[in-house]
């Protein structure tokens, strides 16, 4: 495949035009590409084929801060390649203008994305895309050059001389501007050093009414901050949680930064060498399958699934079956040294010193949300035992948050019950709204039945009539029960797979330009989040 992108279109959330690059041929303009985009059903996909066009095109779209992203192409090309191009147009911007990223910031720095674009993608082909390589390349306005208003002094001779024709006299340009590492400054200086390793987790997990997982994957990224002068060459060492030796077996599907040295994983599964870019930067993504297990004996293995937060929900509740329950349980779970402990009542002590940390983590932000059938016009009755629930019509959803200074007052159950209010009914639309018996909706309401008439006969009926309302009334109201519900919450200091970092070692011997005094300061933080990942069926 030698395709080559073509143009570079990015919108705003009102679909104004903010920036359009084109690289190379003559792609479709910005307004001729956006409602062919658009004329797609939500939700679109990153990769859309447009046959009509001349010539065909695709369209990778990305929507990053309420900024929509178009690449166009009209040649065969990897469509991987285009979509991590698109991923690392977004993190040079970040990196250069400022997060978050805004159409203004785009605007006034045209000249600095300009160059961006420019150096990213050459003619149409990918380029140097590292921000540390980027650094060296791009031109960016600084304090001191605002301030003196871009005054340049002139070149002064040297003792060298720029006219010599020795090559050794004077370095060559190539050396000037390429850096020894593409993902590394040259000339590195940091008056603190420090080095730090953040692991994030994001669960998914299914789980059946009766509570028994069906899956649950782990989905880890390992963000890493070096700020040490010099060319530092790092050794991290990963743990899982019993130990090293099946450590290959437990990541599922790797991935690392270009900086990570291959061959070291592949003879030691769990250490990650490396020279590391300068700042901020992925170091390594990977999944866990929280349930490794194919054999019959789920009963069995899925108490291994230890989750901070269980959720149950009961439907048909009530003489009419319109009400439902959703309860929250708070759950003592294993940090990465040592578990929640059970001190300060309800089961959810904090004895530790610094909370958020692997010996005493922080349950955050749980959000219970409850999606609602289309059919419910209204909840009549919400009534939370904690917390704030509220329901939005428009979004056909319940959402019941809980603050968390009651997650760490020492509460384990948190329960919610609501009722639901379907549609009109067609015998309620059609009655006498005032109650008193006027034809107000066009029917004939004469007496025309016998003066005199069995009473237990006319009980029967009104009974046998009642009954029957009833039952219709309880199938009606199944129909309006929620059938899932989803919770979202962060724990700080803790990893759903078990996972740790052991050790950040600097290699003195391959280290260089790193004074022998110098101890970097570390530090390791673990965070899992699960943004309505945790979900149970009912």
Not at 367 to 372: A, K, M, S
Not at 465 to 483: F, G, H, I, W, Y
């Amino acid at each position: 495949m030698n395709g080559v992108v073509e143009a570079l279109r990015i919108y705003d959330e009102h679909k104004s035009l903010v920036l359009s690059h084109t690289y190379t041929s003559r792609p479709l303009s910005a307004t001729h590409l956006l409602p062919l985009y658009l004329e797609h059903p939500e939700p679109r996909p990153n990769l859309i084929y447009l046959p009509n066009t001349n010539p065909p095109t695709l369209v990778f779209s990305l929507i990053h801060a309420n900024l929509l992203f178009l690449v166009t192409t009209s040649s065969e090309v990897e469509p991987l390649l285009v979509l991590e191009f698109l991923h690392r147009i977004v993190d040079s911007f970040e990196e250069f203008l400022g997060a978050p990223l805004l159409a203004h910031k785009i605007e006034s720095n045209y000249d600095v994305a300009a160059q961006l674009l420019t150096e990213m993608c050459d003619a149409g082909t990918v380029n140097t895309t590292e921000p540390n390589a980027l650094r060296d390349l791009v031109e960016v306005e600084g304090f001191m050059e605002k301030l003196l208003g871009n005054f340049s002094l002139p070149n002064l001779p040297t003792k060298s001389g720029f006219g010599s024709n020795n090559p050794s006299s004077s370095p060559s340009l190539l050396a000037q501007t390429t850096p020894a590492l593409p993902w590394r400054r040259a000339n590195v200086r940091h008056t603190s050093n420090e080095l730090y390793a953040d692991v994030v987790e994001t669960l998914s997990v299914t789980m059946a009414p009766s509570g028994r997982p069906l899956a649950a994957f782990s989905n880890g990224t390992i963000a890493f901050t070096s700020k040490v002068s010099g060319v530092p060459d790092i050794v991290v060492t990963l743990t899982g949680p019993s130990g090293n030796h099946n450590l290959n077996s437990l990541i599922e599907l790797p991935v690392f930064h270009p900086c990570v040295r291959l061959a070291r994983w592949r003879e030691q599964p769990g250490l990650l060498s490396f020279i590391p870019p300068d700042g901020r930067f992925i170091l390594a993504g990977y999944e866990v399958d929280l349930l490794p297990f194919t054999d019959a004996k789920l009963s069995k293995t899925s108490s291994s699934l230890k989750l901070p937060v269980s959720l149950e929900i009961k439907t048909g509740l009530g003489s009419s079956g319109s009400d439902f329950e959703v309860r929250i349980h708070i759950n003592t779970v294993l940090g990465a040294v040592s578990s929640f402990n059970s001190r300060g009542g309800g089961g959810r002590g904090f004895g530790a010193q610094h909370t958020g940390t692997p010996a005493s983590p922080v349950l955050q932000d749980l959000v219970v949300t409850v999606p609602l059938p289309a059919d419910v016009r209204n909840l009549s009755e919400i009534r939370p035992s904690k917390g704030d629930a509220n329901y939005n019509p428009g979004d056909r959803a319940l959402e019941w948050s809980i603050p968390n200074k009651d997650l760490t007052s020492g509460g384990s159950y948190f329960g919610l019950r609501c009722t639901v209010v379907g549609q009109l009914a067609e015998e309620d639309v059609e009655s006498d709204p005032t109650g008193f018996g006027f034809n107000t909706m066009g029917k004939d309401y004469s007496y025309d039945e016998p003066y005199q008439s069995s009473a237990p006969e006319k009980e029967k009926t009104v009974e046998g009539t009642s009954d029957e309302k009833d039952a219709k009334r309880v199938a009606q109201n199944k129909a309006l029960m929620p059938s899932s519900a989803a919770v979202s919450f962060a724990v700080k200091g803790w990893l759903a797979s078990g996972i740790k970092v052991e050790s950040i070692v600097i290699d003195p011997r391959k280290s260089r330009g790193l004074g022998d005094t110098v101890k970097p300061y570390k530090g390791v933080k673990y965070l899992t989040v699960s943004k309505g990942g945790v979900e149970i069926r009912c």
